[in-house]
Structure formats: C-alpha cells, structure tokens
C-alpha cells in the first residue's frame, strides 16, 4: 500500500471551465516521490491549464489538488516554496547575464544559500554564464529556465513543453539536464507533445486530449493495454497494393509514394494481405511488422495527431 504522504501530488477529479470551453474535464492522477510524470497531448488538449492549477497559479472549476500533502487552494504560500516552474515559452532579462540571472532570482527566493555555480553545472551552461539572455539559442534558454526553477531547492518542478521549438540536438541536451533532475530524486511534471520525449523521461505517462486523459500508465504498459494491433509496413510505389488493401477492408494509417503503412488486427491479416497482393499481380520491395509506438497508439485513441508533420515521421522499430 502507497501511503498518502507518498504522494507528492495528488489531482481529485480537477475540472477548468473558461466561460464555454471546457479546458481540463475531470481528470484524476497521482505523482509518487520521485516520480518523473508527463502529460502528453496535442496543443489545445489542457496541459498548461492543468499545470497552472496545480502548481498554484490558475484556480480551478471544481476538484482537489494537493502539493506533498497540502491543499493548493488552503496552502499557496507553504507549496510555493517547495516547488519549482519552468513556464511554456519562459523568457527572461534580455541585457542580463546568465549568472547574474541565477543571482537575482537566488536573492529574490533563498537568500545567499543557494550554490550557483552547482546550478550552472547541473544545466550544463558553466561556457554561457557571462553570456546575455538576448545571445542564448532556444535550447541554451530552456536550460537557463530550468536552473532558475530550482534556484531553492524545489522538491517537486513543473516543466510545461520544455523542449517545444528546439532543434533535434537542442531538445537532447535539455534531455540530459531532465535526466539529471530524475537523478537529483526530484519529483517532475512534465507537459510535452513530443511522444519520443515522453517515452524517454517519464515513469508514468497520462494522455490527455480535449481535456480528459484517455489512457495512463509507463510507456511500456499504455501500448501494452492499448495496442492489441501491429503496424505492417509495405514499401512500394505500386499503386496496386493501395488498392488491394483497401479492397480488403484494412485503413492505410499512411502511404506516400514509396510507403505504405496499415494497422493489423491479426497475425493472419499479413498474411491475408500479402497472399492478395500476389494474386493480384503487384509487387512490394520490401516489408516490416511491428509493435506500434506511443505516438501511433495516441493516433489510434483519439484520431488526432500529437503534432504537425507527424504524419510523415517514421516510427520507431
Ligand atoms: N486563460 C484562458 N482563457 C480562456 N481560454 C483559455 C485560457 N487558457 C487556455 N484556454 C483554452 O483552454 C484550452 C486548453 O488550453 P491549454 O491549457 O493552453 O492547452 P495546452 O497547454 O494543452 O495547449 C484551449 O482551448 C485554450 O484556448
Ligand atoms: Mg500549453
């Protein structure tokens, strides 16, 4: 049995309503100590109204939330102190330099306690620290964001899309710096529509989409539960093949000129489809079945891809 205190936080059937719109729609979670949690979902699904409720800042329609066993609504000014934010799209003091950034908030929130050169360190940025905010790339940001949520120590951080915008290689150093945080024991609630992000950090996965989450649990366990279907991929440009899958009834989840990818309920639905398409006299270069990804098992759940040019992204194996 997981006692409450385990819990460092605690969503009660949370629900936001600004005038007609339905933000967030009843939802329940709990994040264990310790715990890296991503909510994972497309933009407009709630996750930043979510995150703003729970950490204090947005108040809620109705529900409960509790920070290490308060009650956001009762307790504000004890959580606050115990939890660190890294807003969606954080900016900063354009002419003012990395460490003197870190000072600033450091004498605005602990005092002289806190060690900026260790915080420096942990976001990697010790090259950047005489660097103005106005100089730093989008990632080189991100990390300064990261580094002044943690200016006290918090043990619980919020991280709402800390990787949206960045380049490939950007978006692993902020990774590295999250897998740093894991292993400091922080508590993290993530927010991001980057399903490979999710996979990578999170121990628990909730995906939510128009406000409700359809499905929660570790990456592994959401396509487990979700995916009782494989993905079979034909690469070929014979139009043919198109044809005869529809005509079989399957539904094509993609297809380019060179590509075709389609959801199999059963192992004897490749057979079936390859047996048709040697009857009917067309021809594929090469073939591969798999289990599916996250991002696909979201696909499949909600309809909706989780971001633009997903479409064209190739999973992995
Ligand atoms: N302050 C606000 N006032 C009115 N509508 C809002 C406000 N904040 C968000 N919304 C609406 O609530 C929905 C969820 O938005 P948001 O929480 O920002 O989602 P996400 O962070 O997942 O993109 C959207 O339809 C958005 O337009
Ligand atoms: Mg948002």
Redesign the pocket.
Known sequence: MTRANDYAIEVENLT?R??G?L??DDISFTVKIGEVFA?L????????????IIDTI?TPTSGKVSILGMDVSKKKYDIVRRIGVLP?GFSSFDRITVRETLQYYARLYRGRNTDIDRLIELVNLKDKSKEQYRNLSGGLRQRLGIALALVHDPEVVFL??PTTGLDPRARHEVWEVLQGLKEEGKTVLL?T?YMEEAELLADTVAI?SR?KIIAMGSPGELIETNANYQILTLRSADEKVFEIVRKLGFEPVLYNSDKIKIRVEHTEGVQQILSAIKEGGASYLGLDVRKPNLEEVFLKLTGEALHDGHIGEEGSA
């Open positions: 936001k600004y005038g719109v933000a967030v909510l979902g497309p933009n407009g699904a709630g996750k930043t109204t979510a995150v703003e947005r969606q709402d899309e927010t529509h939510i406000g």
